[in-house]
């Protein structure tokens, strides 16, 4: 039995699915994980042929004018005086350490000893705190506590040698070791997390020293 609204022969023609024009549209979409900003632009094998130099230069090409990032007004000031507090900081403790020497007392009576030790020692657990939570959390700003961790824990073994009476010594030196292996941990392990981003920014050579690395500013 013929339908009493036949569909067009044309009509049918033009809305018929087209096998080849299916693929051609499935060879079109983007894979998954690949950028489609930029993989026209710049391709992964153009880039795994680039030298360590042509990485340094294209990723400085495309970082952010420093321009537009230098702190203006009292910040700037601030930044701008580093160098010259710090200059002048270290010239001026040179005769002060030699003025201290020859007038300091062999012994002396603390005002309040319990405060000053609870004052370093909650400090101290403060930046161990802030260093493991950032690690936890795996932020770049963790360097900071865990090489002020590192500083702070060398200041603590100082001090405990030092302020030791003799029947305490040994059990200070014992503390001050562990406390300086501590130390050594978190300091280098600081220096490498800026070394690695150095290298993977390509900002360093391998092999080459952190000294080498400039001041980003």
Same mark, same amino acid.
Not at 11 to 28: C, D, E, F, T, V
Not at 194 to 199: E, M, P, Q
């Given at each position: 039995?013929?339908?009493?609204?036949?569909?067009?022969?044309?009509?049918?023609?033009s809305r018929r699915p087209?096998?080849?024009?299916?693929?051609l549209?499935m060879a079109?979409?983007e894979?998954?994980?690949?950028?489609?900003?930029?993989?026209?632009?710049?391709?992964d094998?153009?880039?795994?042929?680039l030298?360590?130099a042509q990485?340094r230069?294209?990723?400085?090409?495309?970082e952010?004018?420093?321009?537009?990032? &230098?702190?203006?007004?009292?910040? *700037?000031? @601030?930044t701008?005086?580093?160098?010259?507090?710090m200059?002048? =900081? +270290? !010239?001026?403790?040179i005769?002060?350490i030699?003025?201290?020497s020859f007038t300091?007392p062999?012994n002396?009576t603390?005002?309040?000893?319990?405060?000053?030790w609870?004052g370093?020692d909650?400090?101290?657990?403060?930046?161990?705190a802030?260093?493991?939570?950032?690690?936890?959390?795996h932020?770049?700003v963790?360097?900071?506590?865990a090489?002020?961790t590192?500083i702070?824990?060398l200041?603590?073994?100082?001090?405990?040698?030092?302020t030791?009476?003799p029947?305490e010594f &040994?059990?200070s030196?014992?503390? *001050?070791? @562990?406390?300086?292996?501590?130390?050594?941990?978190l300091?280098i =392990? +600081? !220096?490498?997390?800026?070394?690695?981003n150095a290298?993977?920014?390509w900002?360093?050579?391998?092999?080459?020293?952190l000294?080498r690395?400039?001041?980003?500013?």
């Amino acid at each position: 039995m013929r339908s009493p609204n036949p569909m067009p022969r044309e009509y049918s023609r033009s809305r018929r699915p087209h096998k080849r024009a299916g693929q051609l549209n499935m060879a079109r979409e983007e894979p998954k994980g690949v950028p489609t900003m930029t993989k026209n632009v710049l391709s992964d094998a153009q880039i795994a042929a680039l030298t360590s130099a042509q990485r340094r230069e294209l990723i400085q090409r495309l970082e952010r004018p420093m321009a537009d990032l &230098r702190p203006k007004g009292f910040a *700037a000031k @601030l930044t701008q005086a580093h160098l010259g507090l710090m200059t002048g =900081g +270290a !010239v001026f403790m040179i005769p002060w350490i030699v003025y201290l020497s020859f007038t300091l007392p062999e012994n002396y009576t603390v005002r309040d000893w319990p405060l000053t030790w609870l004052g370093f020692d909650s400090l101290l657990v403060v930046f161990m705190a802030a260093t493991a939570i950032l690690t936890w959390l795996h932020r770049q700003v963790l360097v900071l506590p865990a090489f002020t961790t590192g500083i702070l824990l060398l200041c603590d073994a100082w001090f405990d040698v030092t302020t030791a009476s003799p029947e305490e010594f &040994r059990s200070s030196v014992v503390t *001050a070791l @562990l406390g300086g292996i501590l130390a050594f941990v978190l300091i280098i =392990g +600081a !220096v490498s997390l800026v070394r690695l981003n150095a290298r993977r920014l390509w900002l360093l050579d391998p092999g080459q020293s952190l000294w080498r690395l400039p001041l980003l500013s």
